[in-house]
């Protein structure tokens, strides 16, 4: 199975909820969710023919932070394992992993892991990072985060690529030391670089195989992207992204509480298609809901009434 889309129809994907319960995108019910309801939700994006489920990471969260993101943030790799075990063909994402709070081979371990337990359907999306109290608590330098993000990629494939990588670090150089399974997926699962800042633009053009933005795409962005890859001699298939944000399948009985993209199945997969004219190969919703339930409901619409629009 291949995680690198790119082509024909526009791919969507889904943040699961309940694993990260930030104030600026939980809904009221998650509260008092746990695995049950992000087992049944994870399953219904699976059955419904979403290209991925995606999972963020946050090691420790400051009290001063807590009020507005909270402090529930599931491990990333323990709960993308769990889902390899429970879903069969969705993706698995990774959105955003620091890749810089951990020495590359023991990132390389863990994603070619999953790699291999999933059957080839992990997504490694990357980024610099944003809470300067994390990278304290964990040793690593918070003003070099950019720099250091680049390295951990570049090492990163060496790993995924080698059996016995050599990394020339400056931070972490290593070489003679080997480790397996190998990951599935030729060279390793494709590496999308988060964020929309320059040095972020940059980074996925000359590093990435895809682009996770955190604000806006236009077309303008989308065609630097291209003109920096084909300038580096970059011409592998690789992957824009786009987040349409809020959405909800139909009209809405309650008060949504600002801005979402709702009706009926043929205006929301008219508003995806023109992500995909712009030359978007993948687009993010959060699809609202008040439960558990009515979040699986969406799901099930949103498969049965937007995809099949989206391939026509």
């Known amino acids: ?13 889904m943040q699961l909820p309940i694993q ?13 969710a746990g695995a049950e309801e992000l087992a049944r939700v994870a399953r219904a994006a699976d059955e419904a023919g979403f290209a991925y489920v995606a999972v963020c990471d946050h090691v420790a969260i400051p009290s001063e932070k807590a009020p507005v993101m909270g402090t529930e943030w599931w491990d990333t790799v323990a709960t993308l394992g769990w889902l390899a075990g429970i879903t069969s063909r969705v993706h698995l994402l990774s959105h955003i992993y620091v890749p810089a709070y951990r020495h590359p081979l023991q990132v390389a371990k863990a994603f ?7 059957g080839g359907r992990v997504i490694l999306g990357v980024g610099a990072g944003h809470v300067r109290e994390e990278f304290d608590l964990l040793g690593v330098p918070f003003e070099r985060r950019g720099e250091l993000l680049d390295e951990s990629i570049d090492a990163l494939r060496a790993a995924f690529a080698e059996d016995y990588p050599t990394l ?15 990951p599935v997926q ?17 980074r996925a053009a000359l590093r990435g195989d895809g682009w996770l933005p955190q604000g806006p795409v236009d ?11 084909t300038a580096a001699g970059r011409h592998e298939p690789f992957t824009v992204g786009a987040l349409v944000g809020p959405t909800y399948v139909g009209e809405p009985t309650w008060d949504l509480g600002g801005p979402t993209l709702a009706g009926p199945p043929a ?14 190969h993948q687009v993010q919703v959060r699809l609202r809901s ?22 026509s």
């Open 186 to 202: 030729e060279d390793g699962p494709p590496i999308w670089v988060g964020g929309s800042s320059p040095a972020a633009l940059r």
């Open 1 to 13: 199975m291949s995680s690198r889309f790119g082509s024909g129809t526009l791919a969507v994907g």
């Open 290 to 311: 008040r439960s558990a339930d009515e979040l699986v409901d969406q799901i099930e619409r949103f498969g049965a009434e937007v995809l099949p629009l989206l391939a």
């Open 20 to 32: 990260s319960k930030s104030t600026n995108f939980a809904e009221a019910w998650e509260a008092d």
């Open 168 to 182: 020339p670090g400056p931070r972490w150089p290593a070489a003679d030391l080997g480790q397996h399974p190998r």
């Open 219 to 229: 077309a303008e962005t989308i065609a630097e992207l291209t003109e920096r890859r």
């Open 267 to 280: 205006k929301v997969a008219h508003v995806l298609g023109k992500f995909a004219a712009m030359g978007v």
């Open 112 to 118: 070619s892991t999953l790699d291999v337990v999933s």
